[in-house]
């Protein structure tokens, strides 16, 4: 009865993780898509048929592994009509990466089932079933399982795998061996770090059971073999001297040995509270219980318990010492380590309950539900409402006359004409936005008005005095009504941004600023797609994803 109960509300928490998952994809797009969306353009340059350009700023094709864009590449290409409306260009400008999206928050699902699966073997059908809603409701796996990036499909594959390796050493069948091997060879065509988990296959392949029907000991030559075809066959290869400072590198990702100086540890612990506290939290004292009771604990555990344990650490215990002594770890490193957390989550939440009388019981369970439930809550509000982008655009298409200039780092979903598309045109760095590079070619599109970006040219340059006289000249033949500027940590590091700004408040009036949050609480990074310092806090007072955004009106 117990598990008959446990099984409808696994299928709930499915449900309930789908419905954050696969809502609200098309946020932000196509006007400023996550970092990284190296995923889109695999995809483009497959479907060309043509080698990346790496003059134009192309190199990302060769950050990750290409199977997902394959995919992908043969869905068609979508157009709107020259003379359809505007909303309509904004979704064929956001195609591509909607459906990468897509993939990504679908295949991301099976990490909710698979940490079930996962916590049965080592907990209660409550702390199963906690461990289940933590995974559920995690904000760190919602923010990225939404995005067209490989981190969350590779999490999936990686946890899948190590359920693989726990069924294989039960059972070490030629079928479980195969399985096993599928899924590290998925794992690893997501992301580079899926050779961590051939160490749980290895492990249960030494410590499986001795029955007659086992397959060959060469078997274990199968998982081992997927991995090296995955890493020769699936990842495009770039010339080595692109990066020979760095240790190893490939599409734009470098490793220091240097970095390995044990950061990684404060930084995963501090990320785990910004994002899931309540996770946190629980894992905590799931660990601290299994610590002080890791002798006995051992000791009541029969020999086929045990081993499963040893295969299920296997993977977890390297790859987060991996991260904990890389001091570049960073929050969606730590994806394929959610389950396992939850899973400690579970089982410090039921041993706590189980020492307190039966009202306090249903407290603990209570406040552990609370916590993650607002945070995903939250998230899903503030994803659902306008952007600070959306908002600025719908006032200055309703009020804004004449040239409204922005600065480079970031585009409105407005249509731009003629005029402003030149000048987008001869500029490098302007190009490279989606929906720019969308309008130039397919532009001017309905509803085009004068709105232009500052040239990225002009906001680079040795020397300064030089480059801010060439930024007032240019300012000056435009003659701007109105300048848009992103206030973020970005200006701050770029002196020519800062003149921009510097130059419009001498030259205008502020006439209205957008915020995602409360001023007194607004932080940096601004909410937006990764290194989100305090999300689960800020989302508790947030209105909007995006920047800061301030207009100024100049004055003649």
Known sequence: MLLRTASWLLVVLIALAALLRLRGLDRELPYAPEPDSHLVLQVELLREGRAPDLKQSEKGYYAYPLPLAHVLSHLPEVHAPKDAPLAEHLEAASADAIRGRWA??????????????LARRFTTPLGALLATFFTATSLLHLEFSQQARHHAPHASFAVLAVLAALQLREHASWGRYLAASALALLALGMLHSGWFVLLPIVAAHFLRERDERRASSWAIALPIAACLFAWFALYPRESEDMNPEASWATGGHTFHLRDLD??????GARLLWDY??????AAAFGAAFLLLGGTRIWRELDGARRRELVVALSYALPYGLALGVYTQTVDRMLLPLVPFLAVLGG????????KLPAVARIGVVAAALVTPSLGALRYASVRDADDTYEQAAEWLEANAQ???LFGTRFTLPLASDTAALELARSDHASRQRRWVRYQLEHGPLPQARDFALVPGKLLAGAEPEKA???????LLEQKPEWIAIEVTKFIRANPMLLHLRDWSIS???????WRGEPAERDMEPSLDYQDMPHLFWRL???DAFGPTIELYRISR
């Not at 030259?507 to 600023?513: C, R």
């Open 540 to 542: 508790l007072y947030a």
């Open 468 to 474: 801010k006289a060439r930024l007032e000249a240019f």
């Open 347 to 354: 089982i410090g939440v039921v041993t706590l309950a189980g």
């Open 507 to 513: 030259h205008g009036t502020l006439e209205w600023t």
């Open 262 to 267: 044990v950061g990684g540890f404060a930084t």
């Open 104 to 117: 990504a928050a679908l295949l991301s699902l099976a990490l909710i089932p698979a940490t079930w699966l």
């Open 276 to 281: 899931d506290p309540g996770l946190s939290v």
């Open 402 to 404: 004449g040239r409204v």
